[in-house]
């Protein structure tokens, strides 16, 4: 790939052309939690300053978002200008390349949110359609379509899925009383919000002491929406017969354990239509790369404190999102959302990146990245 391929064509970008960006996130978020290994993608084609085709790509397998849109347009795609969030294929994969079918219904322009980090992609889309005589624009609204596509892009470039953390701690800082009593610290719009954070999610990670303690049931309760893949990581499978997770069939659910744990209990769950896989050691990293291979891309932990420590040190959080309610628990017995990291200097604290915060209702929720080099925890891990 020739970088100046990628270079900016000298245009001015207009609000309109932002307008029709956000149009095409708005579509491609129709299909939020369906779409992996595959990217959200929406595309819009307008002529004459007239929205004459739209489209959003349902999941892998199926069309591209560019076809969709093509097909809804026909004949007037004709010198249009299509809109897409991401480079528009340039391969043969599941599907035939997006370039051709673009250049074949003679588009003008295209418009492009970001690059497609795939290396079977990567500028690719972008040179064939230029050398088809086609004027190329990229990066309008690319910070909102990195962070609708930001699963998909850790996947393509760190073969893992992507990892957000998410926690509701008290003011004190505390996810339950000493009791580990934890219904709720958050307030009802924060826990909607969680909802549809899993609908957008592949699969979420709990341990055993959360199936115990809190009986969950890690679904995102609307009607329509997707749900994740249940997913708990569990040694000893010392876990309640009881637990929602079992009788909720309808929801797939997974158990993680290790080699010949508890062979009774794996009967029972296999009883229950629920899918046990033995791993050898049981780690975060081993999760990742088991879901990594169903082809997940996103990946929530609402895991305990312990859990979540080891998650952050081998590398298998890279967001985390804290909500946090006005309320205080005291005393040193309550647990807190991270375990043990190991780290004993101030100057070693992770220093989240990208933090944003807002209120939902009377809670705050602070979200950040992780920095990347954090290779350091993994020693201090063990
Ligand atoms: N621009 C664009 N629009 C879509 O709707 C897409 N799904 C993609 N995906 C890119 O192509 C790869 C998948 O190809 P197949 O569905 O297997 O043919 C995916 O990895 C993205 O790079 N791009
Ligand atoms: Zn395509």
């Known amino acids: 790939m020739v ?3 990628l270079q900016p064509e000298e245009t001015e970008v207009t609000d309109f052309d932002r307008a029709m960006m956000q149009r095409c996130l708005q579509l491609a978020r129709r299909a939020l939690g369906r779409t992996a290994p595959n990217p959200l993608v929406g595309s819009v084609i307008v002529q004459a300053g007239e929205i004459v085709g739209e489209g959003f790509h349902p999941g892998a397998g199926q ?4 076809v969709f849109a093509l097909r809804a347009a026909g004949d007037r795609a004709r010198g249009a200008t299509v809109y897409v969030n991401l480079e528009p294929c340039n391969h043969y994969g599941r599907t035939p390349p997006c370039s051709e079918a673009l250049i074949a219904a003679g588009v003008a322009k295209v418009v492009v949110g970001m690059v497609d980090p795939n290396p079977l992609v990567a500028g690719r889309g972008i040179a064939r359609l230029r ?25 393509i470039l760190h073969q893992r ?6 926690y509701a701690m008290t003011l004190d800082g505390k996810i339950a009383t000493s009791s580990g009593h934890s ?9 909607n919000l969680v909802h549809q954070l899993r609908a957008a999610c592949d699969a979420v990670i709990v341990g055993g002491n959360t199936v115990r303690n809190d009986n969950p049931r890690l679904t995102s309760r609307q009607a329509e929406a997707h749900n994740p893949l249940r997913v708990v990581m569990s040694r000893t499978l010392d876990l309640p017969t009881e637990a929602y997770l079992w009788q909720t069939a309808e929801f797939p659910t997974l158990v993680l354990t290790e080699i010949n744990a508890n062979p009774q209990f794996q009967q029972f769950l ?8 033995e791993l050898p050691s049981l780690t975060p990293t081993q999760a990742m790369a088991n ?16 859990l979540a420590a080891r998650a952050i040190a081998e590398g298998s959080v890279q967001k985390i999102l804290a909500f946090i309610a006005p309320k205080i628990i005291g005393g040193s017995g309550a647990p807190s959302p991270i375990g043990d990291l190991g780290l004993t200097n101030m100057n070693q604290a992770l220093a989240l990146e990208r933090v944003r915060w807002q209120t939902i209702g009377s809670d705050c929720l602070v979200e950040g990245y992780l920095p990347q080099d954090s290779s350091f925890l993994v020693q201090n891990s063990h």
């Open 3 to 5: 970088q100046a391929d």
């Open 63 to 66: 069309p591209h978002a560019e």
């Open 131 to 155: 050398s088809a005589g086609i004027k190329v624009v990229v990066g309008v609204e690319e910070d909102n379509c990195r962070q609708l596509n930001e699963g998909f892009v850790h996947r």
């Open 161 to 166: 899925p992507f990892g957000i953390l998410k």
């Open 183 to 191: 219904a709720w610290v958050s307030n009802q719009s924060a826990r």
């Open 270 to 277: 296999r009883q229950k239509n629920v899918e046990v896989v």
């Open 291 to 306: 879901l990594y291979a169903r082809g997940f891309s996103a990946v929530l932990w609402e895991c305990g404190g312990r």
